[in-house]
């Protein structure tokens, strides 16, 4: 079947996709049909996002072997996928930024010009959906009518891709239904590179050896070629609303970025504050985003916890949207003591990757319960008992859940417009040096603190665990053009937002003391950092400058009931003149390679930064 001699005897593909097509968009209707074309599905769906597509994908996944039913009591409507064991998180080696020119990619993307990255692509591309199904999924990034939101759709030969992104995004027919003739909206494709030949038995997780996530920011669109993993293979995610988002941003004058979004109302003013947050991968986005706090006075609510899209409002303000529907959540570390509402949120309709099965056809990971269960069949599909010297879950190991279900959601969720922000947070992993929390002298000083953060590697990137890297604004591997460009296009933002831009800090939960342990309880306790963050927002505390920033003034950061060590405290703020001068002499090399398209503020805050260290 769908060889080219059979083609006249029946339907061709470009009349399968006009006769089922659930949009009159001629421009939607002639894409879609040119990559069929190209990637000669056996059948064509179009997606739209009802439960009952829902019911039918995941009942065929399970009766192919690549989902695992949960057990309908423990976890409802849940699903376990186990990937092939060299496709657990995002390829930074294999995304490439395809802009005309190499220099608006800048030093830290791979490029390839674009013609000649579709030259490459097109024979993968050739005939790579034969024997499967091409999906259409059409999506909506943020509330479908809202003045921040995108649309854009996804063309997909991977059922788990659906499911995810009927999770992740707005997906479905009013997503499709707003694209409307020269409207503006992104195209994205992606396959999994395995074409089935006539007979031959699909795989429960198929994908490539050759691997291409590729970003066209110049015309909008996605290819993306050979994985079937999250970031790689959900495109609304970190391809569209990160990579493809910020490009849009620079040039429409908003900020694509890799925050958190949090709601915090004091409960004794009933005074509401939003705070973004931008941690690199794997370091505490979800959990602050889902914060408990352990202090008295403040009700924390969940808007986003991956990515926010923020835009200057009428009022003079930068306002903030999260642009997708769920989490895409690091499962490890996930349990009742740390983030009791993931925990809750998951309580079904979730889908599992990479954790492991217990006997009783639930799932669990490293730090889901404190004990540990006797047997379990781990991510690979093996037998598991706690002497097997491995780890159960993979640890990049994902959870996929509607944001509804979270029961800290707040209602700013659905806002069309947003919420105003009051605070940005930067942080990373950081063992030494940054200090636990240091507000910036000034919003330039602020972009400096953002663009030097520096982290130590974790899971969700390949590569080695552990080592520190360079990743401004946690939007390394996000960044769509060149660093240096967007550093300047925060810098332009933040003088016309003046004094109504938000106020800028940097933090660290992840500093250790000599022994190697965390100085910090993190997680609840993340509370006390945040109830400093907004009394210095509103001028309640006055801090106390330091060279590096202002820092909390004795007795300003609420401690009661923490029992921390006086040498803890100390330590988590302690300013090694000698390390910091080391670190600014990275930082002169990490920015020199961006040559004369760094903003002269950046050198000049690097040098203010040395004369108040030297001082
Ligand atoms: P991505 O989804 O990859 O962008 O990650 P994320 O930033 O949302 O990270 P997440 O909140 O899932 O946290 C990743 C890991 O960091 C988990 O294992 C957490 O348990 C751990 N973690 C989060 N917050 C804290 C904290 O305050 N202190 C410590 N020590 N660990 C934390
Ligand atoms: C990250 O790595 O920052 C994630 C997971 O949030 S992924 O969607 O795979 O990029
Ligand atoms: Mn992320």
């Known amino acids: 079947m769908g060889s080219n001699a059979t083609a006249e005897a029946v339907l061709t593909i470009a009349d399968l996709i006009r006769d089922q ?51 309908k009591n423990l976890r409802p ?6 990937s092939h064991p060299a496709d657990v998180a995002r390829v930074e080696d294999r995304t490439f930024i395809c802009s005309e020119n190499e220099a608006d990619a800048g030093p830290t993307n791979n490029w390839m010009a674009p013609a000649d ?12 959906m034969r024997g499967r199904t091409m999906y259409i999924v059409p999506f909506s990034m943020g509330p479908v009518g809202g003045a921040i939101t995108q649309l854009g759709i996804e063309i997909t030969d991977s059922p788990y891709a659906v499911l995810n992104m009927r999770i992740m995004t707005r997906m479905g027919q009013s997503a499709l239904d707003g694209i409307t003739p020269g409207s503006e909206w992104v195209r994205t494709v992606h396959s999994v590179g395995a074409p089935l030949e006539c007979g031959q038995e699909d795989v429960a997780w198929p994908c490539s050896d050759t691997k291409y996530i590729t970003h066209f920011p110049e015309t909008l669109e996605v290819w993306s070629y050979g994985s079937g993993y999250g970031g790689n293979a959900l495109l609304s995610k970190k391809c569209f609303a990160l990579r493809i988002a910020s490009v849009m941003g620079k040039n429409e004058g908003w900020l694509a970025e890799h925050m958190l979004l949090l709601k915090l109302t004091n409960t004794e003013t009933n005074k ?29 609510e969940t808007i986003g916890d991956d990515i926010s899209w923020l835009r200057p409002g009428n009022d003079g303000r930068l306002y903030a949207i999260n642009p997708e529907a769920g989490f895409f959540g690091v499962a490890p570390g996930t349990g009742e003591t740390t983030n009791p509402v993931a925990v809750e949120t998951m309580w079904g309709n979730t889908i599992f990757t990479n954790v492991a099965l217990t006997d009783d056809g639930d799932v669990w990971w490293e730090g889901k319960t404190n004990e540990v269960p006797d047997h379990l069949i781990d991510w690979q599909g093996n037998d ?88 401004p604004f946690a939007m390394l591997p996000f960044c769509g053009y060149n660093m240096a460009d967007y550093w300047g296009h925060w810098l332009e933002i933040g003088k016309k937002l003046g004094d109504k831009a938000p106020k800028i800090f940097q933090v660290n939960w992840f500093r250790k003391g000599a022994d190697g342990r965390f100085l910090w309880p993190g997680f609840g306790d993340n509370s006390r950092v945040i109830d400093w963050v907004i009394r210095s927002v509103e001028g309640d505390v006055s801090g106390e400058t330091t060279s590096i920033g202002t820092v909390p003034a004795a007795g300003e950061l609420k401690l009661d009931g923490l029992n921390l060590p006086e040498a803890d405290l100390a330590e988590l703020f302690a300013i090694d003149p000698a390390s910091w001068l080391a670190e600014a002499d990275l930082t002169e090399e990490f920015f020199a390679q961006f040559g004369d398209r760094l903003p002269a503020e950046m050198t000049a805050q690097l040098a203010g930064l040395r004369g108040r260290l030297s001082s």
């Not at 997606?47 to 192919?64: H, K, L, P, Y």
């Not at 190991?397 to 707040?410: H, K, M």
């Not at 636990?436 to 953060?453: I, N």
């Open 117 to 128: 990255m579709k030259a490459e692509l097109n024979p993968l591309f050739e005939g790579s």
């Open 384 to 471: 598991w008992t706690p002497d097997s010297g491995r780890v159960a879950a993979h640890p990049n190991s994902r959870f996929t859940v509607p944001i509804q279900q979270t029961p800290t959601l707040a209602q700013d969720w659905y806002e069309q417009n947003g919420v105003p922000l009051d605070a940005i947070l930067f942080g990373g992993r950081r063992a030494t040096n940054i200090p636990l929390v240091a507000k910036s002298l000034s919003w330039e000083h602020g972009v400096f603190m953002g663009a030097t953060v520096s982290s130590e590697k974790t899971a969700a990137q390949e590569g080695t665990v552990g080592e520190l890297r360079r990743d």
């Open 21 to 71: 097509a659930t949009t009159e968009n001629a421009e939607v209707i002639a894409w879609v049909t040119e990559v069929a074309e190209l990637t000669k599905p056996e059948t064509v769906v179009w997606c739209d996002g009802s439960q009952d597509e829902w019911n039918r994908i995941t009942t065929e996944m399970v009766e192919a072997g690549s989902l695992i039913r949960l057990d």
């Open 77 to 82: 409507g849940s699903y376990l996928a186990r």
């Open 272 to 300: 509401a504050y939003h705070l973004t947050a931008a941690f690199p991968s794997a370091c505490g986005k979800t959990n602050l985003a889902m914060l408990q706090p352990t202090i008295p006075g403040w009700k924390v």
